[in-house]
């Protein structure tokens, strides 16, 4: 019998010569990460432990990218404690205000993820690294306390769900609306511990940005980790980003078997798929876009770890060029990183942006957890591009989220209400 891809990565991060869903295993990281949040959890822990080295300064990552720029003292006395820290470990990945970026976005822009890599993070979203055919998930602060210490971790290797996409995508749809369709579909315990696997013409077609999206909300389906197989996109990827990812390629695993063992395997017809929203609470209260002219909306957040690349950006101004956000509406823009701001800059698309009425904000994740940057009010409903709608995820209680695509977002925008691009008259493939 054959091994999956998250199988085969799994082996040999722990030294076997093959691994399946159920066993216990011990892995070896090849990175480990954490933010301003779940960072000073976790060196209280590492220091209360007894511990005094990290195993390796260089496959460590610190990233304060959820309230900085400091939005108040205490975020100020956590960030603090992270480049403390930092400093006395000697830890090569550090990344401060004015260099850093959403962690999701940054760490593998900047080289530091490569195929067959296991990575973990103490965040949930740390599983967007499989579209580089990369094993990653989110662990707790213990975890991350543990790992910064031996390098390893313990897991419990997932099955792995097969999900392909056939069909060509319609104009507007994207790898989100895809996803959202997704957990729609099987739930937000549709793959409780097991690894997503997205395959199929559709998914070969997307751009690597997309690709991030996808296995970035893995999550949100409960799934362990998500994952896309390597092929020519990911090797361009790779190729166009420091030398970190490219040096690490040789020898890594890139696909599964053909007679791999799965859990099981879904067929989604993606030229079906709709522009899709998910409605307030739940990522899986799904519904198209176009049924929800109704909704009249407060705010607009385009940006996040799931959609704040400038692939992004650039679909948000396409909707908007030449149209203005309506006046009872905030738009704001979370790029992911610094170079983003920049090639946002270089090619037009943030002065596209800005003149449409958005306000362009630092890379940071704070509008998405309901921390800072666009913190919504009591009775407040936002069309985001992030990857959750909780009851209080973006701030009071009473507000409500809807996730949507960049271009279903910036729609919106423009409309006042959900909307759909054709809604405002926007032109698929217009002038940049």
Same mark, same amino acid.
């Given at each position: 019998? #054959? ?5 085969? $990565? ?7 010569? =093959? ?5 216990? $295993?011990?892995?070896?990281?090849? !990175? ?10 976790? *060196? ?15 496959? *460590?990552?610190?990233?304060? /990218? ?23 470990? #000697? ?16 760490? %593998? ?31 707790? +602060? ?15 290797? %997932? ?6 996409? +056939? ?9 989100? /609306? ?43 389906? #409960?799934?362990? +980790?998500? *994952? ?16 970190? &990812? ?11 078997? %053909? ?22 609470? !739940? %990522? ?7 049924? !929800? ?8 957040? $385009? ?29 704001? $823009? ?13 090619? #037009? ?5 800005? =003149?449409?009425?958005?306000?362009? &904000? ?28 909780? @009851? ?12 949507? +695509?960049?271009? @279903?977002?910036?729609? &919106? ?20």
């Amino acid at each position: 019998m #054959g091994s999956t891809i998250t199988e085969k $990565i799994l082996a040999r991060a722990a030294g076997r010569g =093959e691994v399946h869903a159920g066993d216990i $295993i011990e892995a070896k990281l090849d !990175l480990a990460l954490a933010n301003d949040i779940t960072a000073p959890l976790a *060196i209280a822990e590492f220091e209360k432990a007894g511990f005094t080295e990290v195993f390796d300064p260089a496959r *460590i990552a610190l990233v304060p /990218d959820h309230f900085t720029p400091n939005k108040d003292i205490k975020a100020a006395g956590q960030a603090k404690k992270v480049r403390e820290f930092a400093r006395k470990h #000697g830890i090569v990945n550090y990344f401060e205000v004015g260099r850093v970026g959403i962690e999701h976005v940054l760490l %593998p822009d900047a080289g530091m993820v490569a195929p067959g890599d296991v990575v973990i993070g103490a965040d949930s979203h740390t599983c967007t690294y499989g579209a580089v055919a990369a094993f990653s998930t989110g662990v707790g +602060s213990t975890d991350f306390a543990a790992a910064m210490a031996w390098g390893h971790v313990w897991l419990r290797v %997932p099955e792995t769900v097969r999900f392909v996409y +056939s069909g060509t995508l319609s104009p507007w749809v994207t790898g989100k /609306d895809m996803m959202l369709h997704t957990i729609g579909l099987i739930g937000v315990d549709g793959a409780l511990y097991q690894a997503m696997e997205f395959a199929g013409e559709a998914v070969d077609g997307l751009p690597m940005d997309e690709r991030f999206t996808m296995c970035n909300m893995a999550i949100e389906a #409960g799934g362990k +980790s998500g *994952i896309v197989g390597f092929d020519e996109k990911t090797a361009r990827y790779l190729e166009s980003r420091p030398a970190g &990812s490219r040096a690490r390629t040789a020898g890594q695993v890139f696909a599964g078997d %053909p007679d791999a063992d799965y859990a099981r395997v879904l067929e989604i017809d993606a030229s079906a798929v709709r522009p899709t929203v998910s409605k307030p609470h !739940l %990522p899986s209260n799904t519904a198209a876009a176009a049924d !929800l002219a109704d909704v009249p909306i407060d705010q607009v957040v $385009i940006g996040s770890c799931t959609n704040g690349r400038l692939h992004d950006l650039r679909q948000a101004a396409d909707v908007l060029r030449g149209k203005k956000v309506h006046p009872d509406v905030r738009c704001i $823009i979370l790029p992911g990183t610094q170079d983003v701001c920049l090639e946002a800059i270089a090619d #037009g698309t943030m002065q596209t942006l800005i =003149e449409a009425g958005c306000a362009f &904000s630092t890379p940071t994740c704070g509008a998405c957890l309901g921390g800072h940057m666009g913190v919504l009010a009591e009775g407040e409903r936002a069309v985001a591009t992030t990857n959750r709608n909780f @009851v209080g995820r973006m701030g009071h209680t009473g507000a409500e989220v809807y996730l949507a +695509s960049p271009y @279903v977002a910036a729609a &919106s925008a423009v409309a006042g209400h959900v909307a759909t691009p054709d809604d405002v008259g926007a032109v698929k493939g217009g002038p940049r």
